[in-house]
DNA sequence: TATTTAACGTGACATTTGTCACTTCTTTTC
DNA sequence: GAAAAGAAGTGACAAATGTCACGTTAAATA
């Protein structure tokens, strides 16, 4: 299987290159020091793998692997980053990157590569949770005003967030007109916010999957 | 290094368990049925990895892992699932697993299973894009009629996503409360919504960090 | 038992939002 | 240069939304 390795320092590229091929069959095929090179070599070679080094000089593993994954989307491209306060992971999972690794333990990247190229998507432990899905919509970020509102006052705020209106909701939740209204304007006083709008983007802030 | 199988179809467990023991240095020193045998199996055990499916009957596998991981969470659990449409995802994450896996191709599962014992996270290349972070603010996602939007339009949307009414954004792009009334109804056209909450949801669904 | 408190409802009213027909101005196109 | 298309505005009107004072019911408490 051949494999691409791109980064700026070549004593990583060459402790890479090592290990890799000691480890498994894998033939690194060419080494880039630059995200320009990942174009070129990518459709000189088409590896089964590319391990590319995030921070560059000239242009950045992320812009590369764009280039890169808009040509081919099924290309398989291991960023490796040096700080898990990584800020680019969203990003990079966004254009499509299959793999994002510290460079920090090499003996981590043989499994890594492995699961990549059998399909899988590989991320580091200390980066996966930089996503924001995942700590935004806990209960434990709503603001404590929540906790005072009624059941019903609940349920009708959720059916705001989804769009309806004050007919829909009554009919929804088998109350009058006139209580939705009265309910949804005590939910604008509890929570503090001005109209209707704003409470559905309040339950989508708090609430979204 | 040790596993234990979790899944209440035996047919999957036993040809997991073949599977992994002929393909690697693992050794599958439990099978259980149900989510409830995970805590007392890992306690017993202790092992490297824990296959779980996350279907089933009693106590699933999500409910399992997180007790599991409550307790240790480090442990390294990897959830198997038979849909790739599979809305748990963000939770599985939430709480700690370490990897998430479509059952479907058996012979994926060994170098995820290695890549998760050397300490990354693997998910399915078609799990991650499950992720509302990543699904929503780009602009592929679109509907085609936003592309018919003027940037009046535009910018109009963006304050009504913001939560404000209309005399808010008339003072804010120096238009009057009028013409932003027969913007907001011209949106509600274009995009066929029906109120200005509506309006604010969409945009929140479409450009949210 | 009497009192308080909270959830929920009602109806009148004020305000905001949304619709529509029509105008103005600009750009594009023939 | 005339016609067409579209972005933006105006004003009158309709509909939805929000407010308020007040009523009913039920549970909690003195």
Redesign the pocket.
């Known amino acids: 299987m051949k494999l691409i390795i791109i980064d700026d320092d070549p004593i990583v590229s060459s402790s890479l290159k090592k290990i890799i091929e000691s480890h498994s069959n894998y033939t690194v095929v060419a080494i880039g020091t630059d995200g320009a090179d990942a174009m070129p070599l990518f459709i000189q070679y088409l590896p089964d793998v590319i391990l590319m080094d995030i921070q560059m000089k000239h242009q950045s593993g992320l812009e590369a692997a764009s280039a890169v994954l808009s040509f081919q989307p099924s290309a398989k491209i291991i960023l490796l980053t040096t700080f898990s306060d990584d800020e680019y992971i969203i990003e990079a999972l966004r254009i499509g990157v299959k793999g994002y690794l510290l460079k920090q333990n090499f003996q981590s990247i043989i499994p890594s590569l492995e699961a990549v190229a059998s399909g899988q998507h590989v991320y580091g432990a200390e980066i996966i949770h930089k996503l924001p899905s995942l700590s935004s919509p806990t209960k434990y970020s709503l603001p404590a005003q929540y906790e ?1 509102l ?4 609940k349920e009708v705020l959720t059916l705001v967030g989804q769009g309806l ?3 829909e909701i009554a009919d929804s939740l ?12 005590t939910l ?2 509890k929570l503090s916010l ?4 704003q ?1 559905a983007i309040f339950f989508l802030k708090h609430f979204r999957k």
Request: aromatic share 0%.
């Open positions: 005072s009624s059941e019903k006052e209106n004050n007919k088998h109350m009058s007109e006139g209580s939705v209204r009265n309910c949804v304007s604008l006083d001005k109209s209707r709008t409470l």
